[in-house]
């Protein structure tokens, strides 16, 4: 059976592509599906991408992926990054390892951005890369 990687985006991910493209780069999140879908297809994973704006579909999706089982999770959560408990529980709650990624740097940024409430519980943290966050989380998570 083929293994299965969720790559969950958190708030306003879905608006990539035209959102602060200085900082976040001109891929959509379909353009960066593609990128994933092309090369997880190459390493014989298949890759399901999800955004939603609402923290408790991000903690459904995290609960999912242990039922499923997914093999990981590579997880943008935006701003829940730096707010989110809920979702620190969620990710300790589960044994699927959840690799976190940004576009941006958030150490570069705002000192607001500094705190990763999800840090702790990640098994790594990619950012600073642009889309290529992403693609480097999907190498990670095959040699899981
Ligand atoms: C982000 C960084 C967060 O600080 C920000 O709130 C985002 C995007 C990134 O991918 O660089 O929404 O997670």
């Given at each position: 059976?083929?293994?299965?990687?969720?790559?969950?985006n958190g708030p306003n991910?879905?608006?990539?592509?035209?959102?602060?493209?200085?900082?976040?780069?001109?891929?959509?999140?379909?353009?960066?599906?593609?990128?994933?879908?092309?090369?997880?297809?190459?390493?014989?994973?298949?890759?399901?991408?999800?955004?939603?704006?609402?923290?408790?579909?991000?903690?459904?999706?995290?609960?999912?992926?242990?039922?499923?089982?997914?093999?990981?999770?590579?997880?943008?959560?935006?701003?829940?990054?730096?707010?989110?408990?809920?979702?620190?529980?969620?990710?300790?709650?589960?044994?699927?390892?959840?690799?976190?990624?940004?576009?941006?740097?958030?150490?570069?940024?705002?000192?607001?951005?500094?705190?990763?409430?999800?840090?702790?519980?990640?098994?790594?943290?990619?950012?600073?890369?642009?889309?290529?966050?992403?693609?480097?989380?999907?190498?990670?998570?095959?040699?899981?």
């Amino acid at each position: 059976m083929t293994d299965t990687i969720f790559v969950l985006n958190g708030p306003n991910l879905n608006l990539l592509g035209t959102r602060e493209p200085e900082i976040y780069g001109h891929d959509t999140l379909d353009d960066i599906a593609g990128q994933l879908e092309d090369r997880a297809q190459a390493m014989g994973l298949a890759i399901d991408l999800r955004q939603s704006n609402h923290e408790g579909h991000l903690i459904d999706w995290l609960h999912e992926a242990q039922a499923l089982p997914a093999k990981a999770v590579i997880l943008n959560a935006g701003a829940f990054t730096h707010t989110s408990i809920a979702l620190y529980d969620a990710i300790k709650a589960i044994r699927t390892p959840v690799i976190e990624v940004h576009l941006s740097n958030p150490h570069a940024r705002e000192t607001f951005r500094h705190i990763s409430r999800i840090s702790p519980v990640a098994h790594g943290t990619i950012s600073g890369f642009g889309a290529l966050s992403y693609l480097l989380a999907l190498e990670a998570a095959a040699r899981l």
